[in-house]
């Protein structure tokens, strides 16, 4: 029922800034934390951003100053504006809620962010 489309894929230099969106289809949107997710290769996949319904947001320690997470409830679509950014943030970057996620429901096929000189 659920549907995740990710967008916003990119090649960009270190220190660069590249911005991810997430649009939402066949669900109520705006009462439930979305959250961004990526994996890289060899890794695992980790949480690094969630948005509560009220705005609340948490950050990987990783992460923690140069992403900004946000949502558009109007849009049913959610954004990672990222900052500064790093090889070691080369990822596909997936987004879900955490209540979808933890039943392995609704993935999307993610977008692939590639930091390199």
């Known amino acids: 029922q659920v549907q995740l489309v990710e967008s916003g894929a990119g090649l960009v230099p270190p220190g660069g800034s590249l911005r991810l969106s997430c649009a939402a289809s066949g669900s109520t949107f705006s009462i439930y934390t979305m959250g961004w997710y990526r994996q890289a290769p060899g890794k695992q996949r980790e949480l690094v951003a969630s948005i509560t319904s009220s705005g609340s947001t948490n950050y990987a320690d990783s992460v923690k100053g140069r992403f900004t997470i946000s949502r558009d409830n109007a849009k049913n679509t959610v954004y990672l504006q990222m900052a500064n950014l790093k090889p070691e943030d080369t990822a596909v970057y997936y987004c879900?809620?955490?209540?979808?996620?933890?039943?392995?429901?609704?993935w999307g096929q993610g977008t692939q962010v590639t930091v390199s000189s």
């Open positions: 879900n809620s955490p209540i979808w996620a933890t039943q392995g429901k609704y």
